[in-house]
């Protein structure tokens, strides 16, 4: 991973085409459809992940990002299903570990990168063009009016954080909440936000952590739901 290319591979929401090939040296030839019909295997990534990493499209993602995404999401830093850095909601850890484990199918073996493709490709339509464009995989949201998705989302950046934290309240119902920040020891911090949130709208509001070791922790009240998390010091 460290300084080649695998860590720098870019990330697309697409079908990423790879293919056998002789052997793992530098001289290793790709395998041909004649001489194997099945050397030729296509992964079409996921889009919910994609375009988290690249704020849909607006910047380039690469594979050292979305190991740097896992460990965050292992870590507890990212929450799946709150609100990002860039608003956009964080993917599932299924969804994001299913892509790391496809990329370790996909170069199995020394397999050789063909290229990115907006259809499947097999040995049968390798060397034809796409007749038609493939959505990207996207996870299925529940609309917001829905009465089985009425949990509201926090998202915290940066988080390790020096001293100030944003935290990004998103609720699907108009409602009344309450976020209050807790040390380790169970002691009220701080009574960061109580008021109203609004359906559909995202609530930015910003703390400065008081000048303490450890970890702190927050809990968002809504409607007697409750959303909590973890603080890190840096």
């Not at 829905?146 to 108009?174: A, E, M, Q, R």
Request: some cysteine; charged content about 15%.
């Amino acid at each position: 991973m460290n300084g080649n290319s695998l860590a720098n591979f870019e990330l697309k929401p697409k079908w990423l085409v790879t293919q056998k090939r002789s052997g793992c040296s530098l001289t290793a030839l790709p395998i041909s459809c004649s001489s194997d019909s099945g050397s030729v295997s296509s992964t079409q990534l996921n889009g919910t992940v994609v375009n988290y990493l690249t704020n849909n499209g607006q910047r380039v993602a690469r594979i050292s990002d979305l190991i740097t995404l896992a460990n965050k999401i292992i870590g507890g830093t990212l929450i799946p299903g709150s609100i990002g850095p860039d608003l956009i909601p964080v993917p599932s850890l299924s969804s994001v570990f299913g892509m790391v484990g496809g990329f370790n199918e996909l170069f199995d073996e020394c397999r050789a990168f063909v290229g990115y493709f907006d259809c499947k490709k097999t040995c049968a339509n390798l060397n034809s063009n796409c007749t038609s464009v493939v959505i990207p995989f996207a996870e299925k949201v529940t609309p917001a009016n829905s009465s089985n998705n009425l949990t509201p989302t926090v998202g915290v950046f940066p988080n390790p954080y020096h001293d100030n934290v944003t935290f990004v309240i998103g609720s699907p119902i108009d409602a009344k909440g309450s976020l209050k920040i807790y040390n380790a020891m169970g002691q009220l911090i701080s009574n960061v936000f109580q008021g109203s949130v609004s359906a559909g709208k995202s609530k930015s509001i910003l703390f400065t952590a008081p000048v303490a070791d450890g970890s702190l922790f927050y809990i968002y009240e809504q409607n007697g739901q409750k959303v909590t998390g973890k603080l890190i010091k840096q």
